[in-house]
């Protein structure tokens, strides 16, 4: 992963650096030309993450045999009667992503700027959870090789954009319209012989309920000129696909269940969508500078007399980028995250009863899981300061310090550890919940960059992270009176405390790489960026103990009680793309 992302930072600054030319070490002296403009078509290519918020949940299960009428898994489990059940789980996930488009702009004013573009992104991210067929496990029962999947591939947009031109070179847009995305859920019931779907039982064993849904996007970007016809961009945009609803249906011959039947799941699938992404196009139109040699210093229009003629640029030598800056900037964040159960021991008087081992050795064959996805994207305010040296003509150095203020939470449901139903907890309890949740997180990074022209830099970042991240098991506490009595693992009497949440502030590392507009008309610098971040593994260690070792409800029901420790751990990493805005104290 490392590796791969170095190489695409490093492919990025070699091909944004290339056209400039390295063999001038000056900057040609600026010369007056004539003024851009941004009327003509264009065909580009950009590099990025799409992270896809998703949900699943069963919304019917019914099986019927024979002749009789349809029998409802979930009322026949107390769902419709007060017990709590876990009918959903979330699917989140964030996939590299590659995307050409096109597009016409139309200059229709002096700095106002409307187009048509359509994209197209590949992708390829799939999200599993293991211990069912379906994300409910009250409902329906499964094993451990049993499984639940949503992956998305290719997305698609059409859309208009309208901009203003901050600057001659540098255009803000907004941009919005349909866009289409391919998502494929998929069924699989184990076909191993303790099973539910064994050669001549339970069919189909694998069922993928695929479909291209159109949704809507909408976003917004930063634009600018780099040399004659050739334009830089960031951009962030947020699609919503709706809700899918998909319908499975497996049968049973008499010869393989006994009695011939068949089982039907009804269930939604909602997805939303978060996409970053850099990109390079080309303008095919006429050239907007005197010549492909020529610098890029264009003509401005004087922002103190709007309606007045483009102004030439003042004939000083471009201004230094040496000296602090403060900015601000907004963006999203994507985390992916593992939880791993290593251990879990109940504490008895012959000594530490492996639970794990008890679970998983012996199960039918097919062993166990231990491990959960908690993925998911956060909007994020990201505060920021640094200092810049040049010491080169077209070489910048730097050091920089950034705060992201930020709040994304991941439930699990059914479980208050990770790992298979029946280790740790019933697993099928929706009180009983696992969470990870990551909140602020912070960098200090050394910056070397290169510039394009006077008014643009290309640069790569790396240097510490750190994030603070929290873990809250939470078991049921509860108790449900209906034709019998359900009483939670952690009921007073029973396990305590019922919720336990741990938390650290976690040190990792981080690579950047991003590009910075200077406005010609101020000390105001516009940049887009996007980071990756690793910050390992974390692990953490719960005791939970028992008030006393049982407990009777009505005088007739006994419920007892065995402690527990249990060990997980989280392997954590985010993907950031910020748009940021910066003033810079030097004249």
């Not at 290339?18 to 063999?23: K, Q, R, S």
């Not at 799939?126 to 049993?146: E, H, K």
């Amino acid at each position: 992963m490392k590796k791969f992302l170095c190489s695409v930072i490093g492919c990025f600054l070699i091909a944004v650096a290339a056209p400039a030319g390295a063999a001038d070490l000056a900057l040609p002296a600026p010369a007056p030309v004539a003024a851009p403009s941004w009327t003509g078509f264009y065909v580009g290519a950009g590099l990025g993450f799409r992270s896809s918020n998703t949900n699943a949940t069963v919304t019917s299960a019914t099986t019927t045999v024979g002749a009789l009428g349809p029998f409802n898994l979930i009322a026949n489990n107390g769902c419709n009667a007060g017990v709590p059940c876990a009918l959903g789980e979330p699917f989140n996930g964030t996939s590299f992503r590659f995307a050409p488009y096109l597009g016409y702009d139309w200059q229709i004013a002096p700095r106002w700027v409307v187009g048509l573009e359509g994209d197209f992104g590949i992708g390829n991210q799939t999200t599993s959870l293991n211990g069912g067929f379906y994300p409910a496990p009250t409902v329906l029962a499964g094993i451990s090789a049993d499984s639940f999947a949503v992956k998305t591939t290719w997305d698609a947009s059409a859309r208009v954009r309208a901009g203003y031109l901050v600057d001659p070179t540098v255009l803000f847009y907004v941009t919005g319209g349909p866009a289409w995305l391919r998502i494929e859920p998929t069924s699989n019931c184990s076909t191993a012989a303790a099973g539910n779907c064994p050669p001549g039982a339970l069919a189909p064993a694998v069922i993928t309920d695929g479909t291209t849904r159109l949704g809507g996007t909408v976003g917004a970007g930063i634009e600018a000129m780099l040399w004659a016809n050739w334009m830089v961009r960031f951009e962030y945009r947020y699609a919503n696909f709706g809700t899918i609803s998909n319908t499975d249906l497996r049968t049973c011959p008499a010869s393989g269940c006994g009695a011939a039947f068949t089982e039907t799941v009804g269930y939604n699938v909602k997805v939303q969508t978060h996409t970053a992404t850099f990109g390079l196009a080309y303008e095919f139109s006429d050239p907007v500078l005197a010549s492909a040699a020529a610098p890029l210093v264009y003509k401005y229009r004087n922002l103190y007399n709007y309606a007045g003629p483009w102004a030439d640029p003042p004939a000083a030598a471009a201004a230094s980028w040496t000296g602090p800056y403060l900015g601000a900037g907004i963006g999203v964040r994507a985390t992916t995250t593992t939880a791993n159960l290593d251990s879990a021991t109940a504490p008895l008087p012959g000594g530490p009863f492996d639970l794990v081992a008890a679970a998983c050795i012996n199960k039918f064959g097919t062993g166990c899981f231990l491990g959960e996805a908690l993925n998911g994207t956060a909007f994020l305010f990201n505060p920021y300061a640094g200092f810049n040296w040049q010491f080169a003509t077209r070489w910048v150095a730097g050091i920089e310090g950034d705060f992201d203020v930020a709040n994304q939470k991941t439930t699990l449901a059914g479980n208050f550890a990770p790992g298979s139903p029946g280790i740790v907890g019933s697993g099928t309890n929706a009180n009983n919940t696992f969470a990870v949740a990551t909140t602020w997180d912070a960098s200090l990074r050394a910056r070397i960059g290169y510039l394009v022209n006077p008014s643009f830099l290309i640069y790569g970042a790396a240097g510490p992270a750190w994030m603070h991240i929290e873990q809250t098991s939470n078991c049921d506490s509860s108790v449900t009176f209906v034709p019998f009595i359900v009483a939670g693992s952690c009921t007073p009497g029973l396990l305590t405390p019922a919720g336990i949440t741990d938390s650290i502030t976690k040190l990792g590392f981080t690579v950047a790489a991003g590009g910075e507009a200077k406005l010609w008309w101020s000390n105001w610098f516009l940049r887009g960026e996007y980071r990756f971040t690793d910050f390992g593994t974390v692990r953490f260690t719960d005791v939970r103990s028992c008030a006393s070792p049982s407990i009777t409800i009505n005088g007739n029901t006994t419920f007892g009680c065995t402690p527990i420790t249990f060990t997980d751990d989280l392997r954590v990493r985010t993907h950031t793309a910020t748009a940021g805005i910066a003033y810079k104290f030097y004249p």
